[in-house]
């Protein structure tokens, strides 16, 4: 696959569709530096349900009550989208190409759902500055 360019954000492209990482959304909730420009991608954000399941675990890791993890990510109104054999096939292709740099399944199902979508993928992983699987990946920090 040809390599999608990576870039620090700074801009938000009101053309394009932006699927957030888990760890992007952890930094919005948690106010870590680069939340301002998680902040600025989320209209019209999307999220694949198994990073919405990470990010509910991980607030409930800190100790946020469950019912208040979920009540916090309905009020950013991201589209929380299925996960569906497209995604499934080319997360499953994408384990190869990112095996080596410790990407998880998450990770993957992020990228995916950007792949399929035709949309760039923000995170704050600077792992995945590494990455050469065809999706254009802006690091909100």
């Known amino acids: 696959m040809s390599d999608g360019p990576k870039r620090h954000v700074t801009d938000v492209d009101a053309k394009a569709v932006y699927v957030l990482d888990a760890s992007a959304l952890l930094c919005l909730l948690f106010g870590e530096p680069g939340a301002d420009q ?4 989320l209209t019209g954000a999307l999220v694949s349900v198994v990073n919405y399941h990470e990010v509910l ?3 409930t890791d800190h100790g946020v009550d469950a019912a208040e993890a979920q009540m916090m990510l309905a009020e950013l109104d991201i589209d929380v989208v299925p996960a569906d054999r497209d995604q499934a096939d080319v997360g499953g292709k994408l384990r190869s190409e990112t095996r080596d740099i410790g990407l998880s399944l ?10 399929c979508r035709n949309a760039t993928a923000v995170t704050v992983d600077r792992a995945w500055e590494a990455l050469d699987v065809g999706v254009v990946v802006e690091l909100a920090r």
């Open 106 to 115: 998450g990770d993957r199902s992020c990228l995916a759902l950007a792949l």
């Open 57 to 59: 675990a991980k607030l």
């Open 38 to 41: 998680v902040e600025i991608r």
